[in-house]
């Protein structure tokens, strides 16, 4: 008889893979790769990610590995652009790349412009283009318009974007700096040998393995939504994998071997960013997303949320005034412990305006 693991069981299993249950004391590195890297199409906000999972998480440290290529930032999963180590961008780029064809092919603004374009051509001048320096996309778009002329720059960047792996470089994204998104390809700034010991095993076994990892238990959809990619059932159930069943009846895949948390451990309070893998990883988002969320949910943005017992309880914005940080949490529900949710949100305003004169935190 197949096990079913209820709502709490799922969640807490979750958070323990994502490093919400405790925070880890693994360096930045090994978290990432943990992870299966972090979304991190914005500069800044995915440091919240990383100080919410680790111990004494300090953010220069974490910018100084962009600086020196420890970590990347590139488009992978879902077409959008994640940290990840530079061996996984080797291994998991190519897996991905059906799903950035296909975004490209079938984009609304980008997907006509291009049609019938020499694809090699094109991708053989971005190349070139690329390889002395990093390019801002309106200086790489105006290069690659004089040799294709009647094609919209931004169309041939987007395409440039999609069929060659490339990295965003710093400044943009260093903690306290800032600077124009200008990429490179990963060859140029990696180099030959650097993440070039790609596993052997970098097959879509090995990826969802991964994910599974980070994510498990979950189902063929869940895989699906996380990487963007497809005919995924056709690769998992001939894997060894355990099998359970939600309440609902769906099919979950684990690692072999893996065993999972007590449904009753305690899940302390936990701020995301934006843009949280978390909450982006999943079909089915109710191991941690409660229906009181989408009823409060009323900005156009993605909203920063706030846990409280692993579970989806309101959400945060921060501020800043002059000398003033202001942290505001919006709740959807009554706290049974207030004071552990200003504790945390305190220590994360600190965090994020250390050199405020004056923090306060509204809930």
């Not at 390809?185 to 970098?202: F, H, R």
């Not at 097959?203 to 005919?231: C, H, N």
């Not at 684990?254 to 936990?270: C, F, G, I, M, Q």
């Amino acid at each position: 008889m197949t096990h079913v693991l209820g709502r709490r069981a799922l969640n807490r299993a979750t958070l323990d893979r994502q490093l919400l249950l405790r925070r880890s004391e693994l360096p930045v590195v090994d978290a990432v790769r943990r992870l299966a890297g972090l979304q991190a199409q914005t500069p800044h906000t995915w440091y919240v990610g990383l100080w919410s999972r680790l111990t004494d998480f300090n953010p220069g440290q974490a910018a100084e590995l962009l600086v020196d290529r420890s970590l990347i930032r590139i488009a992978l999963m879902r077409s959008t652009i994640h940290l990840v180590t530079p061996e996984d961008a080797r291994a998991l780029r190519p897996l991905i790349q059906p799903v950035l064809d296909r975004d490209l092919y079938r984009n609304f603004t980008h997907g006509k412009p291009i049609q019938g374009i020499d694809m090699a051509q094109l991708v053989a001048d971005g190349i070139e283009l690329l390889a002395p320096k990093p390019l801002p996309n309106k200086e790489l778009g105006a290069l690659l318009a004089e040799r294709w002329p009647g094609r919209p720059p931004a169309s041939l960047v987007y395409a440039i974007r999609n069929q060659v792996p490339l990295v965003q470089v710093p400044p943009r994204a260093v903690w306290g700096r800032s600077g124009p998104i200008a990429h490179t390809t990963a060859d140029a700034w990696l180099g030959a040998n650097v993440g070039a010991s790609v596993p052997a095993t970098a097959s879509l076994e090995w990826m969802i393995r991964r994910y599974l990892a980070a994510f498990g238990p979950a189902s063929v959809k869940d895989m699906q939504v996380w990487s963007g990619l497809t005919k995924l059932r056709e690769v998992v159930e001939p894997m060894s994998l355990q099998v359970f069943l939600d309440e609902h009846g769906q099919t979950l895949y684990d690692l072999p071997d893996t065993t999972h948390p007590d449904p009753e451990s305690p899940a302390p309070p936990r701020f995301l960013y934006d843009f949280d893998n978390l909450l982006l990883s999943y079909a089915d988002r109710t191991r941690v997303i409660t229906d009181d969320h989408a009823r409060h949910r009323t900005q156009r943005t993605v909203p920063q949320i706030l846990l409280v017992d692993g579970f989806t309880a309101g959400d945060w914005t921060v501020g800043r005034d002059a000398d003033e940080a202001t942290l505001t949490i919006r709740t959807y529900q009554s706290l049974t412990d207030p004071g552990a949710v200003v504790k945390e949100a305190e220590a994360l305003l600190a965090f994020l305006h250390p050199d405020a004169g004056t923090r306060k935190v509204l809930l």
